[in-house]
């Protein structure tokens, strides 16, 4: 059938594209006007994408001024949102106008390294630990198969962690302005073989799920994963009556009986309000990739008073983020990055320290609006 | 200054989106050419973002045909996904191929329930008792006023958790075809006040994180949140072989030892290969919001050896899914609902199942992949 | 050899156990002149262990008179606690002292329901979804058989749980007055007899690990297991300053920073100082099982600022104890439960009250001491 | 009133003790006949419990022997277990004469730390960052500190974690053979004074529950703490036919479908049938913490086909125990001790490998049970 010709397709040009489009609407009888459009040449998205059809348009607000005082971002921004739910970026919007106004967020980031897990099955436990020996007295000879394959990678170490048969070892790289996770899976594949040569043992899979990647894990908030980025900032306390509409006080009993008490009592991996909501929203628009909000969802946000006013924190122990490689050359994706000058070398950094002022900025916005009693009012105004 | 005016227009007319997009190019030096389009009246988005200056263009691939045999979606679908990671779709689509030669996917719904957790102050273990009791009590007249802010909502129960004076009360509320988390923040604010009045007890915050919207929390796991789905597949040991690659025995103790013993020593909330990738690819092509696919990852994936070859299963327990509200009328995702026949109405339990499916396609090829030592490959083919 | 065949014998009589113990000595080359006593006839713990060559003497305290306001446990007890652990009896009878001169420790029960999960094998999550109709349907059935087993038990409820093949059933029981383990799980074993038989469906194992007994789980926390108590007391400002050499204040900020947000960095289970230290004492003392200290351990304590002074809670989820059955009727075990009057038949959730007090009390203790700064002190002079 | 005198008596003495106890007994109307006795000058615990009234007898059984091939422990062991549950024993002894037949457990330490983390209050997440940095350029001295409190402890580094004014630093030592937990403290509040007066930053409380003792918590599972050690063994088919009354694939699928699947299920912190019980029962017997069965319940058992029959391992993160201090020189304790050669210095390591193996033996005995459907039957026979 025609059609199924059609669904067949495997090229990259947008005469390709518009035929599986074609195929596609034969096929499920949709009309795919809209989705059917691309402002660029679908070539451009050959590393991003198969099968491509078109490009779902995810309406892009921005928020900002907002004032970053970190070590790699350090001024005003205006942030790019991608986002169909509703009152989020005015949320925020007013979260970042209040960090602005209060001098700005400080930033800091205290690790970056990207991690892949390799799995390896061996006779026992003393096996593992033979295997753990090698690898511990042969670092620099794995280290050079690993960086082999990169111009970018550094391995800076590797981690073991054995029960019964299987053995893991969690290799963390330098991945440069790139969230890496492609190139730490094809360094670590080359250690793998070396290894599995030379020390004899058997490799199950190049991931074993302590790396850990996409999925809610202990190990990845203890440890950190890709930048491990705090953030804060001392909001007066006539901000907080003028600007957010409530008090210190009531910031401060709302955050810790919803995200302490809540959260230890839901057993929660972090304890925030909604930090994945602008992480989603960031990664979105900045050609990041959307599955790592999960890890990057497991922020710890702190509300207290001082002197000032109120003290407001997060600690975001997995942002993945990078600013070449991925969807960052997409085109709208470049232009969001460029928004921010965070687009190429030298800015990934830069780029996870303003993630941590916005999700500071959504907290705090949030955290003030569940205070006063006003978030379903803002969802019923703005959104729905 | 203008540009600052222009940060500051509040409108929604393309002119407004128009004169904004362009303060924003003024304050940044950012050319938004391709980020400031957009294909429909930015008004058809204005429950959706705010401060809109264009859309962030997703590349939209698709999967399929894939067989799934639901209680709610039955037939051969092609599903759409938008992502920026190379090699997925041509991954999924491998495993959708292997379901469908295998019969197809069997997915059932086995809960059905969006929940939204306020937290009371009370003055003590006591009150607590007492006001859990009034709950109780009157549970027919809270469900009639919750009720009366919907036309949809059903509140279904109430549970409550106490430690201390935090008293947490978790609503339950079948949400018909949408989402419906705003719509349970607002009924859910509605039976709020009426215990304050009425049990004479202190509302602090709407939302007390047990509800648990957008953390990974065990409670969501264990409980489920939206709509918790089940799929399995038994596959054909031939068709492993010859479509994937590896064999039954590789995939059952690749899925064994990364999975569970990988999942169970980093502490993951699920175990699964990466579930958030086609979730978050699904989520951003159909409107639904993408801060929700970290519920969705805690997604759990066996593989067993079975008569006919192996088998493959996927627990969700949390799929947050709607066919009306949200982001599922813009005109790019709309076009996406309706590839599946999934738009509107009575649509919502069938695009959950088809959403497992396609999850198991997924999680079952990319096994198969690391099993056969493929991963590396297969990234530096189609994906960097 | 003779040594061999002493260790062989079986028998109970306490010629038997001198037997086993000199058998032990020649064997080991050690003198078990302490451990080798018993002032009672051995044959009174032959329902309670196998090999039996003497006792361990384990160092019995008390605390008190405690104040206790529970529904069950109304009055002043004296609490017995068997330690090695030197200050912990000092240091709790410090926390009964002040609530006590605070007018007591209020205590509720909100739960009270005993737990055995089987697993079965299923053809898939369909037949899962039979397997869990046909028990719903024909509860009345299985709880006449459960019932069968036992004087005592009476099952509640069944709550199922499926993963591809796994299908656990978790069995929720009234125990009466004992903790009931065993019963349980004679019960559910007559139960999946007749749901094998009936539904056609294979038992993997009577206890699937979603009972949870004596591991740290999820679960547990979340839905309890035993009995769920909660307690608190309001202490007023001047005992803080005059008993416990501390203020409100500190307390408050001690249990914000330690419980709170160290429990959250760590990802702990539960939220508090030292929970294990007083429910083990408490158990080893009166004759329960020790290892379930474990679920016992998952307690969350919390502290705050109020009109009185400082404000203290724990909730326990998991108080697992009898006062009939297993080490209950032993000699000293059976003493030290009637220090307290809780021998015997209905006095089981008084003996759960008591418990609850006495964690409030150690709990309250040692956060006044750690934020007076006068932990080591303490173990520096009464301890070590 | 008179009881009340006695009550209060401080003293230490045999007849200090009797006046107590017959305090007890009048205010409570009890008889402590057997709880009364002290077969040792009661002076012998006055390091190890306060109010002393005599000592509670638990029934002591042994298992063995236990054929151990560890670094420390090499060779054939009878191991006491203090216990109130019956049939306990007699499964741990099955086990254990399997391993021996087997040809013994293989066991291995990998890491032996005991930690304290204390927890501190800054100004922000920069002056949380200088203090670290003051700490990593100082930590020679604080060593030396550190050390200078105690003959045997050695500071071997110092981890740091932050969230907002949160700072926690985790000092991990080797406290030689003891378990160490008050040498750490003492040793890092001296730390602590030194690092407030010199890096300027206000100590909290000295444990600020990252340390983690006696919770459950993700960061001790994953970073171990007291002694990590694995152990496994490999057992013929014909001894798991004979001796078993099972077969391997049996008891695969029960530790597959119940520890694996099931205690991911219940989100559980390790994956084992019960090794806190063996934990409990050995650490009463040898007068180690019982509250820390808590941290050593998170064992993972894994269970596996090879070539000779069935592979079962069992790793266990947080052995917490010591041949000296604590409860050791208690005169039945050190007997018990002595049982193994396992009293006084240079032992500790291998008093650990004997636990790992005595884990290992009851779990692979508890695994058989429930694979050939007896569990009930056993505690029927055995217990109640």
Redesign the interface.
């Known amino acids: 059938m025609s059609s199924n010709d059609g669904?067949r397709n495997k090229g990259k040009t947008r005469a390709d594209m518009e035929d599986r489009r074609k195929a596609?609407e034969s096929?499920?009888?949709?009309?795919?006007?809209?989705?059917g459009?691309?402002?660029?040449d679908?070539i451009v998205?050959e590393?991003?994408?198969?099968?491509?059809?078109?490009?779902?348009?995810?309406?892009?607000?921005?928020?900002?001024?907002l004032k970053v005082r970190g070590d790699h971002a350090d001024g005003e921004f205006?942030v790019?949102?991608?986002?169909?739910?509703?009152?989020?970026?005015?949320s925020v919007?007013r979260g970042a106008s209040v960090i602005s106004a209060s001098g700005g967020a400080?930033?800091?980031i205290?690790k970056d390294e990207m991690t892949r897990?390799p799995?390896f099955?061996t006779r026992?436990?003393?096996d593992?630990?033979r295997v753990v020996e090698w690898v511990n007295e042969n670092f620099e000879e794995i280290k050079a198969v690993a960086e082999g394959t990169t111009r970018h990678g550094k391995l800076i170490k590797v981690r073991a962690?054995?029960?019964?048969?299987?053995l893991?070892l969690r290799f963390s790289y330098d991945t440069g302005d790139a969230m890496g996770m492609?190139m730490c899976?094809?360094a670590?594949?080359a250690a793998c073989r070396l290894i599995e040569e030379r020390a004899g043992v058997k490799?199950?899979?190049?991931?074993?799920?302590?790396c850990?990647?996409?999925?809610?894990?202990?190990?990845?908030?203890?440890?950190g994963r890709g930048k491990t980025v705090?953030?804060?900032v001392?909001i007066p306390a006539d901000l907080v009556k003028d600007k957010l509409h409530t008090t210190p006080e009531a910031m401060v009993?709302?955050c810790?009986?919803?995200?302490?008490?809540?959260?230890?009592?839901?057993?929660?991996?972090?304890?925030?309000?909604?930090?994945?909501?602008m992480?989603?929203?960031f990664y979105?628009?900045t050609?990041q990739?959307?599955?790592?909000?999960?890890e990057g969802?497991?922020a710890?946000t702190?509300c207290?008073i001082c002197e000032e006013g109120v003290?407001v924190?997060v600690?975001l122990p997995c942002i993945e983020v990078g600013t070449v490689?991925?969807?960052t050359k997409?085109?709208?994706?470049s232009?969001?990055l460029?928004?921010?000058?965070c687009l190429g070398a030298k800015k990934a950094k830069k780029l996870a320290e303003i993630a941590a002022a916005l999700v500071l900025a959504g907290e705090l916005s949030t955290l003030a609006a569940?205070?006063a009693?006003e978030?379903?009012k803002a969802?019923?105004a703005?959104?729905?």
Chains 1, 2, 3, 4 share one sequence.
Request: aromatic share 6%; glycine share 10%; with cysteine.
């Open positions: 669904l596609v096929f499920t009888g949709a009309k795919l006007e809209h989705a459009q691309c402002s660029f679908p998205a590393k991003n994408v198969e099968n491509m059809i078109g490009t779902i348009q995810v309406p892009l607000g921005f928020i900002g001024p205006l790019p949102l991608a986002t169909t739910e509703g009152a989020l970026v005015a919007n400080e930033v800091i205290i897990a799995v099955r026992g436990v003393r593992s630990r962690f054995a029960s019964g048969r299987s893991f492609n899976t094809i670590t594949e490799l199950i899979s190049v991931s074993g799920n302590m850990v990647d996409k999925k809610p894990a202990a190990l990845n908030f203890i440890d705090l953030a804060d001392r009993e709302t810790y009986r919803k995200n302490l008490i809540g959260g230890s009592m839901s057993l929660s991996y972090g304890s925030n309000a909604h930090a994945a909501n992480l989603a929203s979105i628009a050609g990739d959307a599955a790592q909000v999960v969802s497991m710890s702190t207290e003290y924190s600690r490689g991925g969807g997409l085109p709208c994706q232009e969001a460029s928004m921010m000058d569940q205070s009693g978030l379903g969802h019923k703005l959104g729905r």
